[in-house]
């Protein structure tokens, strides 16, 4: 039974590396732009739960999950940041663009309960692959 794909925005190589080491799948990318690009050109696999990081270089959090939205309305997206840059993360929760945020710095524990957490809760509401995906 594998895991869930996490896709990762940014967040950093070692949580990917984590996320792995508890055998889950996981798909990065360099930052925001890329993925976007990967969605337009349709190279993005299935995910089941985004992690994107609020700052970015050039496509931070916000500009990502906006366009992201539409084509993945049932993925949780877990926003990990240091601080809430000019009121972004309030933003996404009030539009229902973010599902859960997890504040840096943090040890590996926390963040693999909240994966488990938010993949476990849509495996309820959706019968899908067991897949998460996770955004650098």
């Known amino acids: 039974h594998r895991r869930p794909h996490p896709h990762r925005s940014h967040p950093t190589r070692g949580d990917g590396r984590l996320l792995r080491s508890h055998g889950y799948t996981v798909i990065e990318t360099a930052d925001g732009d ?3 690009k990967k969605v337009e050109r349709r190279e993005l696999p299935p995910f089941q739960l985004l992690i994107t990081d609020l ?4 496509v931070g959090g916000e500009q990502l999950d906006t366009p992201l939205r539409p084509n993945y309305p049932e993925v949780p997206v877990l926003v990990i940041s240091g601080f809430d840059q000019q009121g ?11 599902t859960a945020f997890l504040e840096k710095p943090f040890e590996g524990q926390p963040m693999l309960k909240l994966v488990r957490e938010l993949l476990d809760a849509r495996s309820s509401r959706v019968r899908a692959p067991d897949r998460a995906a996770a955004i650098p």
């Open 55 to 58: 700052v970015m270089p050039r």
């Open 34 to 36: 890329e993925v976007l």
């Open 88 to 98: 972004s993360l309030r933003r996404m929760f009030e539009r229902g663009e973010a």
